[in-house]
């Protein structure tokens, strides 16, 4: 699944063109590395995303096509946020 896509459906960006806008302006990375946001996200990435002083870590433990907002927060487990 694409980056901006996964941003989206595990709720970690609030819409889908707002994680493609911090892609292209480099504010997220994945495993260390700047993704751009047609990047292939696989379980055990670890994603960071800088928006201004907000910075949110967190590791992909599932990657799925469609989930619920209970479900959403199973997508992902959160490092660090502040």
């Given amino acids: 699944m694409r ?3 996964y941003l989206k459906v ?10 493609n806008e ?3 302006a480099k504010h997220v990375e994945v495993n260390g ?3 751009r946001a047609s990047y292939e996200i696989k379980a055990g990435d670890e994603i960071t995303i800088a928006a ?5 870590r ?10 619920t907002k ?4 199973a997508m992902f487990e ?5």
Avoid: F, P, Y
Wanted: contains cysteine; glycine residues 2%; proline residues 0%.
């Fill in 3 to 5: 980056l901006d896509k």
């Fill in 10 to 19: 595990s709720r970690l960006v609030k819409r889908r063109t707002i994680a």
């Fill in 22 to 24: 911090l892609c292209d």
């Fill in 33 to 35: 590395k700047t993704a």
């Fill in 52 to 56: 201004g002083a907000h910075r949110t």
């Fill in 58 to 67: 967190a590791r992909v433990l599932l990657v799925t096509e469609h989930a």
């Fill in 70 to 73: 209970e479900s959403a927060s």
């Fill in 78 to 82: 959160l490092l660090e946020q502040t």
